[in-house]
């Protein structure tokens, strides 16, 4: 039962330190004989030891001044003073500055110091499972804290998710009342998109913000853009390279949106990305050269294209805005033009 564990006996007297080391020779656990506090201190850094035993009056170093050394080297160590009565001065200072298991007064019977050392033990190894049980409690709790924490981040996201879903479903439908059923017959395409766009956004919402650098950012887009559409052109600025918080599925999303919506006149007239990242970071989508389409008398509404622009602006400029994007969107000249800026805090540690 005690095999593992180590007593440490001091004092300054061979005598005692020999008739120790006969009575307990047959004793199940380790013992270790020091004549000095200097001597003790120096088993103690190199060994284990559960219980300390030792004399108050010794030279150099008495048992007060060696068992404060216990307490900072080895706290858990169980102690134990050997002393007389005449040393009770010295044991009343050590009871008001060091925590004493027991004291066994000289002269001392064998028996009685077996049977104090077994408790000494005893009281050793219920400590040390305490600790154990301590340990495995706080582990527990911590891995119960991020259970929890990575719970409620789920949670966090699947309502931020529905949030963007709920405003990007209701600015698609309120966009769908905004014309009469006549027009709706002949935009019926557009109707389609509608539910197009609407399921991209279902699919692909996101609310992972991560750090990220500005350059890994606009690489990660290019590859992006690159890997669904083979004819496209894009210039990047290399101007101010910063690490900001994105929402890159979401980023991603915009650009697939604008893909969905707007393919007849990007394969038509091209589609072009400038990157900049000036005061923001910003992706400009190009598509230059529209060519005007002929209205049709029964239309009273405007073009499919102004149309197309109003309903991805009602499907994206809402619900990316709660994910701190802000989406532009206009025809200029002649040119389909759309901004995505991310709005997004800097590092508070630059």
């Not at 197009?196 to 919402?205: A, M, N, T």
Request: net charge negative; aromatic share 8%; charged share 25%.
């Amino acid at each position: 039962m005690y095999e593992d564990y180590r007593v440490l006996f001091v004092d300054d007297e061979p005598n005692i330190l020999s008739s120790l080391r006969r009575g307990l020779a047959e004793e199940e656990y380790l013992c270790h004989f020091a004549s000095s506090g200097q001597e003790a201190l120096r088993i103690l850094k190199e060994e284990k030891i559960a219980v300390i035993v030792t004399d108050m009056r010794m030279p150099e170093m008495n048992g007060l001044e060696l068992l404060l050394e216990v307490s900072s080297v080895s706290p858990e160590t169980v102690k134990i003073v050997l002393s007389g009565y005449t040393q009770l001065p010295q044991i009343l200072a050590t009871i008001n500055q060091v925590d004493i298991y027991k004291f066994i007064t000289k002269p001392w019977v064998l028996e009685d110091v077996i049977i104090m050392l077994q408790k000494a033990l005893d009281y050793y190894i219920m400590l040390e499972e305490h600790q154990n049980h301590k340990k495995v409690l706080e582990a527990k709790n911590l891995s119960y804290k991020n259970i929890l924490n990575k719970i409620n981040i789920i949670i966090a996201d699947a309502k931020k998710s529905r949030e963007i879903i709920e405003v990007s479903g209701k600015s698609i439908l309120s966009f769908s009342m905004n014309y009469n059923p006549a027009e709706n017959l002949i935009y019926h395409k557009l109707s389609s998109l509608q539910e197009s766009l609407f399921e991209l956004i279902c699919r692909s919402v996101s609310c992972n913000m991560k750090e990220m650098h500005t350059e890994q950012i606009g690489s990660q887009i290019t590859n992006y853009i690159h890997n669904l559409h083979e004819n496209v052109t894009i210039e990047q600025d290399d101007e101010i390279h910063d690490t900001i918080e994105v929402n890159l599925e979401m980023l991603k999303t915009s650009i697939d949106a604008l893909w969905l919506v707007f393919e007849e006149e990007f394969s038509a007239n091209g589609f072009f990305l400038k990157i900049k990242n000036k005061d923001f970071l910003s992706f400009t989508v190009l598509c230059p050269h529209l060519v005007p389409e002929e209205r049709d008398s029964v239309i009273t509404k405007d073009s499919a294209l102004e149309l197309k622009i109003q309903l991805v602006r009602a499907a994206l400029e809402n619900s990316l805005a709660l994910c701190n994007l802000k989406f532009q969107i206009a025809e200029i000249k002649g040119t389909l033009l759309s901004q995505i800026t991310v709005v997004s805090t800097k590092n508070p540690e630059e």
